[in-house]
């Protein structure tokens, strides 16, 4: 009895250095875990404006993200909103940010249709802002989107990254 008193006398001081709180309950049974989840999967194909990704309607006051892969360096993924402002507001605010892995510049690029004297869609697009990262990175806080019922009522989102190979990211979004 004595001698086994000694013994855990002497481990007890050993574990406690090495960081350890005594002998552990692992078994090896315990579930990995569970993957990241995302609000929107990226969604094949969608590397053009005219094949663009609906999100959703905008403005999102809440943390919104979108996540996928793009194929650097002639690769792009777009994504379009519907803007639905408040009633009497003339823009939105758009905040958000890219990550993907250091080794790619992101570049995002803004448009809205461009639409007729009649209100019909002309096939062009004008571009409202371009915005380039660098290291695997790029944010945007507060960039003002012009808000019209009949001429500026959408927002396209262009992603395309400058590095090799394929690259996973995440899209961060929200407006205010």
């Known amino acids: 009895m004595a001698n086994n008193l000694l013994k855990y006398t002497l481990l007890l001081p050993l574990l406690w250095a090495c960081g350890s709180d005594g002998p552990s309950n692992n078994t090896g049974d315990e579930e990995p875990p569970s993957p990241p989840t995302f609000d929107y999967e990226e969604d094949e194909p969608n590397n053009t404006l005219a094949n663009a990704q609906f999100i959703q309607l905008l403005p999102e006051y809440d943390k919104k993200d979108i996540h996928g892969y793009l194929s650097a360096p002639d690769g792009a993924d777009c994504f379009y909103f519907f803007l639905n402002p408040v009633p009497g507001d003339d823009e939105l605010l758009l905040s958000f940010n890219v990550d993907m892995t250091w080794y790619t510049t992101p570049k995002v690029t803004l448009y809205q249709t461009i639409y007729d004297e009649l209100g019909e869609e002309t096939g062009e697009y004008l571009q409202v802002g371009t915005f380039v990262g660098e290291e695997g990175y790029v944010e945007v806080t507060a960039y003002p ?32």
């Open 145 to 176: 989107i012009e808000y019209d019922f009949f001429r500026r009522n959408d927002l396209f989102f262009v992603l395309e990254g400058f590095g090799d190979g394929f690259d996973e990211y995440v899209i961060e979004f929200f407006t205010f």
